[in-house]
């Protein structure tokens, strides 16, 4: 589902990632975890191509790009890509002057150019699914941060990505928000949505992941199971980053 080989990302002097080799496999959640700035968000932005690769080889279903330096792509490939990609951010990103149906609708509407009732049926099956149907007339300000957040991922999922990619969904929650957007993607996990999250949500990462990266110095420095990572990690550097999480 996703390919990623010696993918390279510079902001001006500064190298962010220094090659990395990535697949993702259909129906499964990949959880990219590692210590802040160690390129994590950037990787996932690289994905979908809101940080465009200094060089290397991406594909996303049946899009695929090669990166090198000097060499352009056009917004049409660009966006061709991103198409089957879906992002959620740690920020809800909601149109505020918007109904949380309206939300949902617009992306169908502007982008996919479905018909005002097909986008409708769709942001209602959604709203449903994420437990907020009957929230659809509100306005992002009458709703909680974990109830935005789950507005956010009906709205990326109304878009019928074949990859779903969240950068720490939960990190402006409290705790107990968190919960509510976290069975949502629990469920769609089971439900076999192919799914990258950034997140330091330990607890998260060993009961939902098929697969567990862990990310250090714009490096993946080991990845493999959630038993394996968390029970017998190989590299000394895992070992100290999970010695000093509580989660």
Known sequence: MIKIKELYKSFGEAQILKGINLEVAKGETTVIIGPSGSGKTTLLRCINLLEIPTSGFVSVASKALAFKEGVQHTQKDIIELRKNTGMVFQGFHLFPHMTVLENVMEGQITVLKRSKDAAR??????LNKVGLKEKSLAYPYQLSGGQQQRVAIARAMAMEPAVLLFDEPTSALDPELAVEVLKVMKDLAQEGMTMV???????????????????????????????????????????????????
């Open 197 to 247: 999250v950034v997140t330091h949500k330990m607890s998260f990462a060993r009961d939902v992941a098929n697969k567990v990266v862990f990310v250090d110095g714009g490096l993946i420095l080991e990845e493999g199971s959630p038993e394996q990572i968390f029970s017998n990690p190989k590299h000394e550097r895992t070992k100290l980053f999970l010695s000093m999480l509580d989660d």
């Open 121 to 126: 049926e769709m942001a209602l099956s959604l």
